[in-house]
């Protein structure tokens, strides 16, 4: 890669400029990054609301925004257990939790260590081994084995420290690492300071953040480790994620470039010789050993260049020091086998030789294609491939898909908890959430703003239940909290408040809150959205699109429109026909639940414009407005038949089904309910239904 000036100059310029063009640019790499800490304060929050003794911390190419849409890349979740504290020093021990001697001696791999079961009493070892997953060694100590991680998530597959969950169609795998807070900084770890390079990289401020972030241990062994069971990672990816969010665009759309070589001629499909953490790790020691001044888009390929002969040094030495931890040997014991370790060096010796052929011929995000056409002015119909506006539409879309569906599992989450809490603790959590608003900072404050209105609108209905069951009437304290929940998205809250009023026998009101609902939801490109039970991408308009592209997060509120819950504490709200949700799953039906996702099967649940339209057809019936009111059922089995994004067709198949019962349509009725049951074979209300269709039948006749 070492030509001529102009011509190295020429090829960077216009590798930057196709880089940019997939996305690898300021505008979305801040969008994605904004996107994933937005995603992380919301789950914590719900985690401090539910009183979860963990964190979850977003890590890797997609929190970074050093992916593209071809790089396919996981995300990362890494999972803090504060159950659990790992010291130093014995003046570190608290009581109430699982205390761990980090020991870090002669048996240990560099930037491994073991970890010694203390008591729980006082701060002194443990003498006793109870559990399966603890190692008793040769001095008597207790270990923790690493292989506790099976316990944690059943059917998913391990990648070393990792828990690999396939993501559906259109989703991410999401890898979860599990891992335990250090009291503080181990030794190898605090000489980050001293290891400044040219330039002074990292700055001072930034070696000061990272110096403030926790530090975990993470369930893996060493591949060179006499106790690869035993051993335990010293993990700094806090500290890591503050220096890769300091790299300039240069630096990061180096960091994609490598990793585009990597997956295009350095692994194979089935084997990682080289990871990407490599990668990342080969780019910061670059940055520290070169000027600043290099790292420009005119110098992109000599940049490239300085990261391939690091590489080839690292691989030719066995050697690859952690950036942060530099006694960790990220390439100990990586290459067992000679012809594998010679046939990468000969390859990139090969990439750096023939930098344009390589370059061209990289398929990921049609990269080679971009490069040529932008090289040899080949006319763009040569190739299609999408636009960089097309390409930010769509990064755009996702994102604010994803935020949305995020709010939904909160959401379901903070339900969970609350759903045999009192009303006082209810009232306690939504104070809590306030605080967030009040104290905390602007993503908790964008946090509560996505979160608060759900939380609102249920304390609202679950007091007017308790009211309507009373003296069947709604306080005005409590259309407070319904209204303050209005804006929660374009429909679910608007339409818990007017099933409240079909409830106490209020049907103008109702009608009225329907009607206005409606007009705003067809008038919008409005995608329904839920995270009860199924991950599939969702269809989406061209429209819908274009608005994300347009506008910033708020429009979340106003062209999504979650599904509508009713917790079993909010029943008297509920209308009876879906009363009968709540009861869905028999005994035998249990055994096919997963408790930890499937909760939502004890509340009720719908679709938002089923249940809208499902509303005024019995608030029409009251109103003996015959027909609005069979205008309302062809729109809620027109809604059935044509929309693709509904999560729960099953339950609006049954309620559908009920209406046909209310027409004096059994067979109808009964096709819905064997329509539904093949929606939903288990846990499904619709067995109830043709139960007492049937029943009814037979009294008939």
């Not at 979740?77 to 205390?99: A, M, P, T």
């Not at 059943?154 to 999401?174: E, K, N, R, T, Y």
């Not at 027409?663 to 074979?681: D, G, H």
Request: hydrophobic share 35%; aromatic share 10%.
């Amino acid at each position: 890669m070492f030509q001529e000036p102009d011509y190295s100059e020429n090829l960077s310029l216009m590798l930057s400029e196709a880089l940019h063009d997939i996305g690898v640019n300021e505008n979305i790499v801040m969008r994605r990054r904004r996107h994933f800490m937005l995603r992380e304060t919301m789950g914590n929050i719900t985690s401090r609301l539910t009183d979860q003794k963990e964190t979850n911390y977003f890590l890797g190419s997609q929190s970074e925004g050093t992916t593209t849409k071809g790089l396919d890349s996981d995300t990362d979740v890494l999972n803090c257990r504060h159950n659990y504290n790992i010291i130093q020093d014995w003046s570190e021990w608290e009581h109430g939790k699982f205390n761990y001697l980090m020991i870090q001696d002669e048996n240990t791999t560099p930037g491994y260590c073991f970890l010694q079961l203390l008591k729980d009493d006082e701060p002194l070892p443990a003498t006793v081994n109870h559990n399966v997953h603890h190692f008793t060694d040769r001095r008597g100590r207790i270990l923790y084995k690493n292989t506790m991680i099976n316990n944690f998530l059943v059917g998913a597959v391990q990648h070393g420290p990792s828990i690999a969950q396939q993501g559906q169609p259109g989703l991410c795998d999401l890898d979860r690492v599990f891992a335990f807070p250090c009291k503080s900084w181990p030794q190898s770890a605090s000489g980050l300071s001293e290891r400044q390079g040219i330039g002074r990289w990292p700055t001072q401020k930034m070696i000061r953040y990272a110096a403030s972030t926790d530090c975990f241990v993470v369930p893996t062994g060493s591949k060179v480790s006499e106790y690869p069971e035993l051993e335990w990672r010293i993990s700094s990816i806090l500290a890591e994620r503050c220096l890769m969010n300091n790299l300039n665009i240069t630096q990061i759309r180096c960091y994609v470039l490598l990793k585009m070589i990597l997956k295009s001629f350095l692994n194979s499909q089935d084997e990682v010789n080289v990871s990407s953490f490599m990668c990342k790790t080969v780019l910061l020691h670059c940055i520290k050993k070169r000027e600043p001044s290099i790292w420009k888009d005119y110098n992109l390929l000599t940049c490239l260049t300085f990261c391939l002969l690091e590489l080839h040094s690292c691989i030719q030495n066995d050697s690859c020091s952690h950036f942060i931890i530099p006694e960790n040997n990220l390439m100990a014991g990586q290459f067992t086998v000679t012809e594998t370790k010679n046939e990468l060096l000969k390859n990139i010796c090969e990439l750096i030789q023939n930098d344009r052929q390589q370059l061209l011929s990289i398929d990921i995000d049609d990269l080679g294609h971009r490069l040529q056409v932008k090289l040899y002015r080949v006319p763009h119909g040569a190739y299609y491939f999408p636009s960089s506006f097309e390409i930010y539409e769509e990064v755009f879309t996702w994102v604010y898909i994803d935020i949305a569906t995020i709010i939904s599992v909160e959401h379901m989450l903070i339900l969970k908890h609350l759903h045999n809490e009192n009303i006082r603790t209810m009232k306690h959590h939504i104070v809590k959430l306030m605080n967030f608003s009040d104290n905390g900072n602007r993503l908790e404050h964008i946090a509560f703003k996505f979160l608060a209105p759900f939380l609102f609108t249920t304390y609202g209905s679950i007091l007017a239940s308790s009211s309507i069951a009373e003296n069947n009437q709604v306080s005005h304290q409590e259309l407070i909290c319904l209204s303050a929940g209005l804006n929660s998205d374009i429909a679910s809250s608007k339409l818990k408040l007017a099933s409240v009023f079909y409830s106490t026998g209020d049907m103008e009101k109702a009608e009225l809150i329907l009607r206005n609902t409606e007009q705003q939801y067809i008038s919008l490109p409005v995608l329904p959205l839920c995270r009860c039970w199924i991950k599939v991408k969702p269809s989406v308009t061209a429209e819908f699109m274009r608005v994300c592209s347009e506008q910033n997060e708020d429009c979340i509120k106003h062209i999504t429109a979650m599904c509508v819950r009713f917790i079993q504490k909010e029943i008297n709200c509920v209308p009876h026909e879906l009363q009968y949700e709540m009861f869905r799953s028999t005994q035998g039906d249990m055994i096919h639940r997963l408790e930890y996702k499937d909760c939502w099967m004890d509340w009720a649940v719908v679709d938002s414009l089923p249940f809208l339209y499902f509303l005024q057809y019995k608030i029409y019936s009251h109103l003996q407005r015959h027909q609005a009111q069979q205008q309302a059922l062809s729109k809620l089995i027109r809604t059935i038949e044509t929309d693709k994004n509904l999560k729960h067709r099953e339950t609006a198949l049954n309620i559908l089904g009920q209406c046909m019962e209310q027409e004096n349509r059994p067979q109808k009725a009964f096709n819905c309910y064997l329509l539904s049951l093949q929606q939903r074979a288990r846990n499904n209300a619709a067995y109830i239904h043709i139960c007492k269709l049937l029943s009814g039948l037979v009294v008939n006749q």
